[in-house]
């Protein structure tokens, strides 16, 4: 859809300087065409801004350097630019309706404005919001409740008595309220755990691809509002996710964690289980937490790839560190005992 660059302008809160235009939407600064919006978020582009063919550019005020093209000023231009390309790019939606094939137990009210695609199937109790998509082959188990706006992709699949807030997106393969991975041995083989809890999900959460967030044993798994969970991403039961934190894809929380606000967790991250994560943590790609972290900051671990031979030798160092550290505190003290002159206070 085009828009002006005036009311682009508006919406997302820059400065429009130069004439206004229509701009059909956005592009890289590079490939842009005329109709196009493209942006400047850092000085190292700057000698590629005054041959680009895009209509407008968003960058910063002391970045702007020829008159050729319409500007929309931000103190931020890639986020100006995120709002720029939602405003342009409005998610498609099915139009209201229930298709044929779905089938939907007895007593199930859905609200005139909800999209329930084919082969759906939702159980006693549900309860769906106004504007809800339920896409192709997505099971919802007993006593759902589903809040406004919220779109589940083909084939996800909802435990029973979950609650999703409103404005959420699951993506296609996610299954929420699976049971949690609970065994008690018992002799010669392991009893299942019942897991009893639920899962809650706030408003506005975002949840990728086969991923998957299980079900308390006595407590709910929850995630609050705004937090945003990437593809193939393991949430076991009785976590609790703090608002607005973002989970990368691959990363594994183990049970009864709590994470908390505003963290940024890296892709292949391992957490533990029964610890606690203060807010604002950022966890580096493949870091594995194995005890609480109580103080904010960045935090990493694993080894940075390296040619394999010295990968190798550093390894076998790695192992012998324990005994290295021990010989060289015999020698210290040795060392100490010979010379008690240079002992410190």
């Excluded at 329930?116 to 339920?134: D, H, K, S, Y």
């Excluded at 039961?237 to 967790?265: D, F, M, P």
Aim: with cysteine; charged share 20%.
């Amino acid at each position: 859809m085009a828009i002006k660059l005036s009311e682009l302008a508006q919406q997302t809160g820059c400065r429009l300087q130069g004439n206004d235009c229509l701009i059909e939407n956005v592009a890289d600064l590079d490939s842009a065409v005329e109709g196009q919006l493209a942006f400047v978020y850092s000085p190292k582009y700057l000698d590629r801004m005054a041959a680009s063919k895009a209509s407008a550019i968003i960058t910063k005020e002391e970045w702007v350097q020829d008159s050729a093209h319409a500007f929309l000023i931000s103190d931020n231009p890639r986020l100006a630019f995120v709002k720029a390309t939602r405003l342009l790019n409005p998610p498609e939606k099915h139009a209201s309706g229930i298709s044929p094939s779905a089938v939907i137990a007895d007593g199930v009210k859905v609200p005139a404005s909800a999209y329930i695609g084919p082969n759906v199937v939702i159980e006693t109790g549900v309860e769906l919001g106004e504007n809800a998509q339920i896409g192709a082959g997505s099971v919802i188990a007993a006593n759902v409740r589903i809040g406004d706006n919220t779109v589940l992709y083909p084939n996800v699949t909802i435990g029973h008595d979950t609650q999703i807030g409103k404005n959420c997106i699951l993506f296609s393969g996610v299954v929420i309220g699976a049971d949690g991975f609970g065994y008690e041995r018992d002799g010669d083989h392991y009893l299942k755990i019942p897991q009893l809890g639920n899962v809650r999900i706030g408003n506005d959460v975002e949840i990728g691809a086969n991923s998957t967030v299980d079900r308390g044993a006595l407590h709910d798994t929850v995630i609050a509002e705004g937090v945003k969970i990437d593809n193939l991403v393991q949430v076991g039961h009785n976590v609790q996710i703090g608002r607005h934190t973002v989970i990368s894809a691959q990363t594994g929380v183990a049970g009864s964690t709590k994470l908390g606000e505003y963290c940024l967790i890296g892709g292949a991250v391992a957490i533990r289980d029964n610890i606690e994560i203060t807010d604002n943590v950022v966890l580096t790609g493949r870091t594995l937490v194995m005890s609480p972290i109580r103080e904010a900051g960045v935090y990493s671990s694993g080894i940075l790839s390296d040619r394999n031979t010295s990968w190798r030798k550093n390894t076998m160092r790695f192992r012998q560190l324990d005994d290295i550290a021990r010989r060289l505190a015999r020698l210290e003290k040795a060392l100490a005992e010979k010379n008690p002159a240079d002992k410190k206070d």
